[in-house]
């Protein structure tokens, strides 16, 4: 067995990694960047490495640099994560080169399954179902019209270097296929560093079935069941679960299999999943569920199949790496209950899932489910990284237990003022599609607003709170056994409300102000005064940079008339783009942005003068 692992990552999958080699007594090492010197990661680790500043490039993202950590440590192997550099296989290659043991697939392996056409090729060659499409050579956007038109709309255009849900576009009509088509090819040339495209089938009722396989290097390979990812925001999972909601014991051996086939095509060693799309317009059926792509590493979802099957999969990947045969054959495995998993993002879905940056004062997450998280109260949420901050991870006898309870554990969630999506997970997991195993791949972008967290908490929660924030000392001109009557006003997350109720009763101890936490969200109450009378100044017109980021575009100049919610311009950061818009209407009095420019937080970007003055 390893003696010592170095992790080549960050966040919640760092601290995962680490409990488990923890447990079999291998000794840990950290690497982190700037921005994380006082990350859990490092802290939970028995020895860190700094490698570099902040931004990835220059830090998680260069291998030399991880390898010199290793070396310099005496850590034996390196467990790569998910994300960064786990399904690079140059950098796979150049860990074995310096002597090191790599806790993962063989760079073959890697290579084989790294683009998608490639990889689709060889499941074809393997007898593994795959989703009908073009997968030429031929990159000529008349030629990929063709292809198109004969596999019939709507179509998916697909970068085949694709990943984390990037560079795809669905075409419904052969009118737009060229805007598309050019589109998706910008976007997967600047994401991915090539531009090269298929094109699938799209498939209606979409379902994303995944198996989760498991290869060792004597040759052994086994699957550890399903996991249903359909709960998904712009192609990127939001709330997983395992086993899979409707999915009967032949269809199961069916796609198992199927995917035992994928991973043998490989000669796949370690943990490795098999991702399908299905068809579910009539249930799941073996006929209707095709290979889309293998990530060969471990995915973030792993933890509901860890649930149901008692496996602690990481074990599985430390003794695979040491070159043990795998813990359990096939007929050792069984599926034991439900699970399900919530990611849980610092980002306000009321801002269009705006990633949201700074430090967490109040952070929470009960013990009533299973957290795999990087951060703590206390922690900063920096503007580099993946918006992430925990996964949530409910088991249940059944499909209904795991469901209510992992949905009690995000209602109860404290995030704060760092927004997060526990509201939104909230209303997802209480939807009566998603209650009722319904989902496909659609269903958020349906039913967006119908998921929308409330803006503010219910009178009664505020009343309950201003009460307790007053204690038994009345506000001027109140007096507390009045009733009804009206509390008074008080801030909001720096907003006044007023707030009346019937009855009080008095809380314990009067308080600046305290935080109300309903159905996963998180607010502060504030005495107007304790917080310096009316808040900021507002509807100046003044265009703040949300966060650090980069200026992609800008649609208007200066002296432009724009009408309300017009966009100015657009801004990436945190991986994604975020369109700022006009307050009201009125005239571009101010320009300071550029395209390409890179800006700070707060800095004033334009500034809109209402028509009227
Ligand atoms: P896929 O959708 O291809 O299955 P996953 O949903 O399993 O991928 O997630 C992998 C994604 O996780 C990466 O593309 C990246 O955006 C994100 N990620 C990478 N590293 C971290 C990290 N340390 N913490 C949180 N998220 C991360
Ligand atoms: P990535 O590498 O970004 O994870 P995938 O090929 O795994 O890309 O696709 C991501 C998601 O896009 C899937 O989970 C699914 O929701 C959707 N998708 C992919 N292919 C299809 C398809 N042919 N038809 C319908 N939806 C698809
Ligand atoms: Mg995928």
Request: aromatic share 6%; with cysteine; net charge negative.
């Amino acid at each position: 067995m390893l003696k010592s692992l170095l992790i080549a990552n960050r966040g919640e999958i760092a601290c995962r990694i680490i409990r488990t080699a923890r447990e079999m007594g291998i000794r840990t090492v950290a690497v982190y960047s700037d921005a994380d010197a006082n990350a859990l990661h490092v802290r939970q680790a028995d020895d860190a490495v700094h490698i570099g500043p902040s931004p990835v490039r220059e830090s998680y993202l260069v291998g030399d640099k991880i390898i010199a950590a290793a070396r310099q440590t005496g850590a034996e192997a390196i467990h790569p994560g998910y994300g960064f550099l786990s399904e690079n296989a140059d950098f796979a290659q150049s860990v074995k080169d310096a002597g090191l043991i790599w806790v993962g697939p063989n760079p073959a392996s890697i290579r084989a399954m790294g683009l998608k056409d490639a990889a689709k090729e060889r499941m074809i060659a393997a007898g593994v179902p795959v989703t009908p499409g073009y997968l030429g050579e031929d990159q000529r956007p008349d030629h990929l019209k063709a292809e198109a038109d004969k596999i019939g709309y709507p179509v998916l255009i697909k970068a085949v270097a694709g990943g984390g849900g990037k560079g795809m576009r669905r075409v419904d009509a052969a009118e737009d296929f060229a805007d598309m088509l050019q589109s998706c090819q910008r976007e997967a040339a600047s994401s991915f560093g090539d531009d090269r495209v298929l094109i699938e089938k799209y498939i209606l009722s979409p379902r994303h079935i995944e198996v989760q396989v498991f290869g060792d290097s004597h040759g052994n390979v086994v699957h550890l069941f399903e996991r249903d990812c359909s709960l998904q925001r712009r192609h990127q999972k939001v709330i997983e679960e395992a086993p899979a909601p409707g999915m009967d014991a032949d269809t199961r051996e069916a796609i198992c299999a199927a995917a035992v086939r994928a991973a043998q095509a490989v000669d796949y060693v370690g943990a490795g999943t098999i991702e399908f799309i299905a068809d579910a317009s009539e249930g799941l059926r073996a006929d209707r569920i095709w290979f889309m792509e293998m990530n060969t590493r471990l995915q973030v979802e792993h933890p509901v199949t860890e649930e149901i099957t008692g496996q602690d999969l990481v074990e599985w990947q430390l003794r695979v790496a040491s070159g043990e045969p795998l813990p359990c054959a096939q007929d050792e495995l069984e599926i034991n209950g439900w699970a399900m998993e919530a990611r849980l993002y610092a980002e306000d879905p009321a801002k269009g899932f705006l990633p949201s940056i700074g430090r967490l004062e109040a952070f929470d997450l009960g013990d009533e489910a299973r957290i795999d998280t990087g951060v703590e109260q206390g922690a900063d949420i920096s503007p580099f990284y993946d918006p992430m901050i925990a996964k949530v991870i409910a088991w249940g006898e059944d499909r209904e237990e795991a469901r209510e309870t992992l949905a009690d554990a995000l209602s109860d969630a404290i995030v704060w003022p760092v927004r997060s999506n526990a509201g939104f997970l909230v209303e997802a997991l209480e939807h009566h599609a998603f209650a009722s195993g319904e989902v496909d791949t659609g269903l958020i972008a349906r039913e967006g607003d119908a998921l929308m967290p409330n803006a503010k908490p219910s009178e009664e929660a505020l009343a309950d709170a201003a009460a307790a924030l007053i204690g038994d000392v009345p506000m001027a001109g109140f007096r507390l056994n009045a009733a009804p009557r009206t509390l008074g006003t008080f801030l909001l997350d720096g907003a006044p409300v007023t707030i009346d109720r019937a009855d009080p009763e008095a809380g314990s101890q009067p308080t600046e102000n305290l935080l109300i936490a309903e159905d996963g969200q998180t607010w502060q109450l504030a005495h107007w005064r304790a917080a310096g009378g009316a808040g900021g100044a507002t509807g100046d017109g003044a265009i703040l940079a949300p966060m650090p980021g980069r200026v992609i575009s800008v649609d208007v100049a200066a002296g432009d008339t724009v009408t309300k919610g017009q966009k100015l311009l657009t801004l990436e950061a945190m991986k994604m783009e975020h369109g700022l818009t006009a307050p009201f209407d009125g005239t571009v009095a101010e320009l300071n942005a550029s395209s390409g420019a890179q800006v700070q937080v707060d800095a004033l970007l334009a500034r809109i003068e209402k028509i009227d003055g």
